[in-house]
């Protein structure tokens, strides 16, 4: 196993997709790669708000799927970026989607997500781009980096 980082400074990583065993295979490749954050799964859109929005830890990343039931990744995203409290966490927004058709990925940049990924169909590529998401926002400032 390669220890990448200590990066629980960072914040914590919520991953939301409505695959349990996605969700599992999500958290092994973060584990591989030695990433320390607090990991918090949710298959359950409504219920990653509902922490969303009560947590005061900082939250590193969202991970996101877009097809789920009863609230996609649309409407989640669209409802994190309407509430002023919540966009004003600075908080990345990723989708992680099976889906790669160019609406969808023209609607998602439409909806200031920071980036859009396709699910790989192996461990070793679900690994690998994680690791670049990691490798990114661990490097990147956000306004909140300069609160007193």
Excluded: H
């Excluded at 409504?46 to 009863?70: E, G, H, Q, S, V």
């Amino acid at each position: 196993m390669e220890k990448m980082y200590d990066m629980n400074s960072n914040g914590t990583i919520i991953i939301i997709d409505d695959d349990k065993e996605d969700l599992e295979l999500f958290l092994s490749a973060l584990e591989s790669l030695g990433i320390c954050n607090t990991i918090y799964t949710f298959d359950s859109p409504t219920i990653a708000i509902d922490y969303i929005r009560d947590t005061n830890k900082p939250i590193f990343f969202i991970l996101c799927d877009i097809n789920m039931p009863l609230m996609n990744g649309f409407e989640l995203r669209s409802l994190l970026t309407s509430e002023e409290g919540l966009l004003l966490k600075s908080t990345p927004f990723i989708f992680f989607s099976t889906a790669s058709n160019k609406s969808q990925i023209s609607k998602a940049y439409e909806n200031t997500v920071q980036g859009y990924f396709q699910k790989p169909s192996s461990f070793d590529g679900i690994r690998s781009v994680l690791k670049s998401i990691v490798e990114y926002w661990s490097s990147s400032m956000l306004p909140v980096d300069f609160e007193t």
